[in-house]
């Protein structure tokens, strides 16, 4: 699996875009970008994923460089709940017979008032 | 949200007796996960279900069982409590065993004295 890099902590004002990067310098071209989230003392949320493509969902955007080695995850409006530790995470979705979700150390975003 | 409950929430048992974890999900996927949480480890993945009555072990499997006689329910037992096993328990679904994008639920905080 590439190894990801992610600032330690962000702070983020209420109602602005939070823009989140992810270095994987070493993705290899079958490696997805998947991002979750952990808000404190709640289970880890899947947010999204991609290849190579900007994909958005009800939640978040991502955006994947073109030479794939950086991604950014944005929150388009920022609110009090998207307070949280965050987790950008590459893996082949089809190697093994199952897979179990690792983290690293990720990003701890905190939402301003 | 995924449809995704764990019963109890929170437990305090002596050590040496036995519990078990419920995980139930709305969702009618085919994979359930059973997690545990610990400061400095991370997530490590206990056992795994990918059908009724199929299990596998993960990678901190012991003194721990599984069961899932439906699909909409998994049940993880501690045969008999250690103080080690005091953790924060996830469960997970997913839909296949190929992808990564897993929902987890709110989870259940053991305590072992």
């Known amino acids: 699996d590439a190894k990801t890099t992610q600032p330690p902590s962000m702070d983020c004002a209420e109602g602005r875009a939070a823009n989140l990067p992810c270095n994987h310098s070493?993705?290899?071209?079958?490696?997805?970008v998947y991002w979750y989230r952990q808000i404190h003392s709640q289970g880890p949320q899947y947010i999204i994923h991609?290849?190579?493509n900007n994909e958005t969902n009800e939640m978040a955007s991502l955006i994947i460089t073109e030479d794939r080695k950086s991604s950014t995850l944005i929150l388009p409006h920022a609110t009090l709940r998207d307070t949280a530790v965050y987790y950008c995470?590459?893996?082949?979705?089809?190697?093994?017979?199952?897979?179990?979700?690792?983290f690293g150390t990720g990003t701890k975003l905190q939402v301003i008032p | 949200d995924a449809g995704i409950t764990q019963s109890p929430r929170h437990k305090v048992t002596e050590t040496g007796t036995p519990v078990t974890l419920r995980c139930h999900q709305t969702?009618?996927?085919?994979?359930m996960y059973w997690y545990r949480q610990d400061p400095g480890h991370g997530l490590r993945l206990i056992h795994y279900?990918?059908?009724?009555?199929?299990?596998d072990k993960g990678e901190v499997s012991d003194g721990y069982s599984v069961s899932r006689s439906k699909t909409e329910d998994f049940l993880l037992t501690l045969e008999s409590a250690t103080s080690s096993q005091t953790s924060v328990y996830f469960c997970?679904?997913?839909?296949?065993?190929?992808?990564?994008?897993?929902?987890f639920g709110p989870g259940t905080r053991l305590t072992v004295t």
């Open positions: 997970a679904i997913s839909e296949s065993g190929h992808t990564y994008e897993q929902y």
């Open positions: 070493t993705i290899s071209g079958n490696e997805y």
């Open positions: 991609g290849l190579k």
């Open positions: 995470i590459v893996r082949v979705p089809d190697s093994g017979g199952y897979q179990k979700v690792t």
């Open positions: 969702e009618n996927h085919r994979y």
């Open positions: 279900s990918y059908g009724v009555k199929d299990t």
